[in-house]
């Protein structure tokens, strides 16, 4: 479909045959499986998927690209590189499109051979050579010669490249499509750099803009490659160790500067002209292009002098119809170039001219000839000064001629490229056309600018209207992108940068013109913030954060992706949200760190992350055989301020130190409660097996043992120091007295005699008698705390007791014991002694 056509409007159907049948009833809607010619329904917009580096892009227009990373099957196979045919049809294809209409003339390239000779012999050798030359040297024709005799010096021919705006990657990428055959495949840097190393070519670069250390990283990333770079003097120059000849390019001497005149003009130079031509050889130092400009001069003032006679003597149609004197390419496509200025196609020009009626024009001052955009524009078509508006309002850039006449409003503007390119106004830059040297400041000067703004608005609605058409591909866009960063930059209109950046921004990214891309989205993200568009403006900050997180620069894709989640969520986009969501999340995955809405744990241990209500530990420590049971109690002490909780989606995360605490509440809980056991059964079990008598002197210590209170929840330490002193304590029976060992009712301990009288003793110790006087009481052996007993004491042997229930232990409120040891208490009952464990406490 051609971007031009409007469609609907240009077809004449009646609105009420199409919405009301013969009764005047509404017609029912029509079938949408039906095709509806005079209504097309409006293309949807294209996503395009490439591969850059380890990532898939999904170029989505509406929003916002998709990133991820690139599956194993969709990644593609290593580029190829092009044959000589494809090479070829490459090389047609970046030269900049011939003007419509007859065929330009063509200069020949005069009083250059030597510097010719010299860069083919340099680059046969495999050196680069910088071409230094001032604007209009005419430095692009002499690359013009030179690619023509290195076309069969290097394996991969001749690679032609346009500097003009272009960075070292920029141009690395360049010399990278140039040789390989990647579609949709963006390398990243480092499969950049090894494909690059591996082209052997001439690489005629052409409106460098850098040097020094930047074309040293050029030069050191295609060691393969003889580079013929081509600059005006005021570019850096390479630094001394890049090893890069230099080739200055001088303007031409007195002659060539006249012949160079008289091939433009198309005929030999009266001498009034041969001296106005040395006056301006002197003024212009002798610049090629100075020579075509006024060659072009002295063919309008031939077409203005020229009267009806001289166009009668070749056959000139006079008739209605005719085309005016002034408007010199009005004559029909097809024609001679010659014969659109007034003159024959097959006259040899071999005398001067002079006017048939003796009307003669003067010929241009010395001030009009060094500077002669102003006079030259005013003898053009309409449609060629209008060309020149748009062109100083885009900065010099040239639109393509197929936008000239929907710009300017002609069905037959495209010819006016041709008038513009005659004339010298215009030279090729890339594969397109910009304004001569000086042209631009010489047409500001003449009131060219005055509508520059207004000029600036059209071309930004008409780019904007036809980037987003459905029919024109991302390679179109990125081939006309210097235009359309022109537009953008020269409107006034905020809307219409919003507008045009929009559209642009994903054909750009499509087309591999990054470099095009992330100037569109600056531009667009300025542009959105003064107008208020919120959910545009989060559109170019998700951009932004794709093309920065494809470059690798994590940072700021942090940022920019942040920034468009905010903006739309408050512009409640919600498939845009999930968009930026997933992007921040393959930031955060690459970069190490948390995502959007979470913060990094403050402790950072080589260990598994613990469960929210922690661990419970069943481990218990090593115990040795002689070791007295022993109570693990928590000591108290203050309770230090804890920590502020460290929030993970919106809920609190449990630190490190409260997962081990409650570990170890739990195991200390469990062992208080057990040992509460064990000690309440002993107590509860010498209560009932023991007698009425009162306890033996030996069997009764200043430290007793505690028993358990009324309740059974609590030791009851004060009601054992009462029984002991008031002398009405617990029954206990007779003990014999301690063999060896030391410890009574064990199996080495002597018989007791049969007399011992059952009567208690008035000794203040409490202890019976014995039945004969003679023999000295048995004393008691006392034990210490720290100091335990020689030998493992004897385990009591079974009893029959009524099991007490085990008091639940609170998890968070744990029990604190404070037991005392004790000595080895032993009672007789009817079954066999019974002997108290002693019991020693650990605080922890």
């Known amino acids: 479909m051609d971007p031009t056509n409007r469609g609907p409007e240009e077809f004449s159907h009646d609105r009420h045959d199409q919405t009301a049948d013969s009764g005047g009833r509404p017609r029912p809607p029509r079938d949408p499986l039906t095709p509806d010619f005079g209504q097309p329904s409006p293309a949807l917009a294209r996503a395009v998927q490439l591969v850059s580096g380890d990532y898939l892009l999904t170029v989505n227009p509406v929003d916002g690209s998709e990133i991820e990373p690139c599956p194993p099957g969709e990644r593609p196979e290593r580029p190829a590189k092009y044959d000589a045919t494809e090479r070829a049809a490459l090389a047609r294809a970046a030269r900049p499109p011939l003007p419509p209409g007859p065929a330009q003339p063509q200069l020949p390239l005069l009083e250059r051979q030597e510097e010719r000779e010299r860069l083919v012999r340099l ?102 490659c003889a580079f013929l770079l081509a600059a005006t003097p005021d570019v850096p120059a390479p630094s001394p160790d890049s090893h890069v000849e230099e080739v200055f390019l001088a303007g031409l001497g007195r002659v060539g500067g006249q012949e160079l005149l008289e091939r433009a003009v198309g005929r030999v130079l009266t001498d009034e002209e041969a001296q106005w031509a040395a006056d301006l050889w002197f003024e212009s130092e002798g610049l090629p292009l100075r020579f075509v400009q006024a060659g072009a001069l002295l063919r309008q003032r031939d077409r203005l002098s020229a009267g009806a006679g001289e166009f009668d003597a070749f056959g000139s149609y006079e008739g209605p119809g005719a085309a005016p004197v002034d408007a010199p390419f009005d004559a029909p496509f097809g024609a001679p170039a010659d014969a659109a200025f007034g003159a024959p196609a097959d006259a040899a020009f071999d005398a001067p001219f002079d006017a048939a009626d003796g009307h003669s024009v003067p010929l241009p001052a010395l001030a009009e000839a060094a500077a002669p955009a102003a006079l030259l524009a005013s003898r053009l078509s309409g449609s060629a000064r209008a060309t020149l508006e748009f062109a100083v309002a885009l900065g010099g850039e040239i639109p ?16 006016a490229l041709a008038e513009l390119v005659s004339c010298g106004l215009v030279t090729p830059v890339g594969a397109r056309y910009r304004l001569a040297a000086g042209v631009r400041q010489q047409l500001e000067t003449a009131g060219y600018g005055t509508d520059s703004a207004a000029r600036g608005r059209t071309a930004a609605r008409h780019y904007a209207w036809w980037a987003a058409h459905p029919s024109v591909g991302p390679e179109r866009t990125a081939a006309e992108s210097d235009a359309l960063l022109a537009a953008l930059s020269a409107t006034t209109d905020p809307d219409g940068s919003v507008e045009l950046a929009r559209a642009a921004a994903p054909a750009f990214a499509a087309g591999l013109a990054w470099s095009a891309w992330e100037r569109a989205l600056g531009a667009g993200v300025e542009a959105a913030r003064t ?47 999930i968009a930026a969501r997933r992007a921040l999340a393959l930031v955060a995955d690459r970069s190490g760190g948390a995502a959007a809405g979470e913060e990094i744990p403050e402790a950072m241990y080589e260990e598994s992350a613990s469960p929210p209500g922690g661990v419970p530990s069943y481990a218990q420590l090593p115990q040795e055989a002689d070791d007295p049971e022993t109570l693990v109690t928590r000591q108290a002490a203050p309770t230090p301020t804890p920590p502020a909780p460290t929030v993970v989606g919106g809920a609190k995360a449990p630190s490190r130190k409260s997962v081990v605490s409650g570990a170890r509440r739990n195991m200390v809980a469990a062992g208080a409660g057990a040992l509460l056991a064990a000690v309440l059964g002993t107590v509860v079990t010498l209560g009932a097996t023991s007698g009425n008598d009162d306890p033996p002197s030996n069997k009764v210590d200043t430290n007793p043992s505690a028993t358990a209170g009324e309740n059974g929840g609590e030791l009851g330490a004060d009601e054992a120091n009462k029984g002991v002193g008031g002398g009405g304590g617990g029954d ?54 720290s100091k335990p007993p020689p030998t493992t004491p004897s385990k009591p042997p079974p009893t029959t007791t ?17 037991t005392t040891p004790t000595t080895p208490n032993t009672s007789d009952t009817a079954s066999g002694p019974i002997t108290q464990t002693p019991t020693t406490t650990s605080t922890i």
Do not use: M, W
């Open 123 to 224: 680059l046969a050798r495999g050196r680069s050579v910088r071409l230094t030359g001032p604007s209009g040297s005419g430095r692009t024709a002499l690359l013009d010669q030179v690619t023509e005799d290195c076309a069969d010096i290097a394996p991969d021919g001749v690679v032609r490249l346009c500097g003009h705006r272009r960075s070292v990657e920029d141009l690395l990428y360049d010399l990278f499509a140039a040789v390989h055959s990647a579609p949709l495949h963006r390398p990243d840097r480092a499969l950049l750099l090894e494909l690059v190393h591996e082209i052997g070519a001439v690489v005629v670069l052409d409106d460098l803009e850098f040097g020094g250390a930047a074309l040293d990283e050029l030069l050191e990333a295609t060691p393969e």
């Open 400 to 415: 393509h001629q197929a936008h000239l006449p929907a710009l300017i409003g002609d069905t037959h503007a495209d010819a």
């Open 802 to 818: 009524t099991p007490t229930p085990t008091p639940t232990p609170t998890p968070t409120k744990p029990t604190e014991t404070a």
């Open 531 to 577: 107008t208020g568009q919120v959910s545009e403006e989060a559109y170019f900050h998700h951009e932004s954060g794709v093309l920065a997180l494809l470059g690798g620069q994590l940072d700021r894709a942090r940022v920019e992706l942040e920034s468009a989640l905010a903006l739309r969520g408050a512009a409640a986009d919600k498939r845009g949200t």
């Open 732 to 785: 206990a029976s007779t003990s014999a007295p301690a063999g060896p060992d030391g410890i009574p009712n064990t199996s080495d301990d002597p018989t007791p005699s049969s007399g011992a009288t059952d009567e208690p003793s008035d000794s203040p110790s409490g202890s019976k008698t014995p039945a004969d006087p003679s023999k000295p009481p048995t004393k008691s052996p006392s034990k210490s705390p």
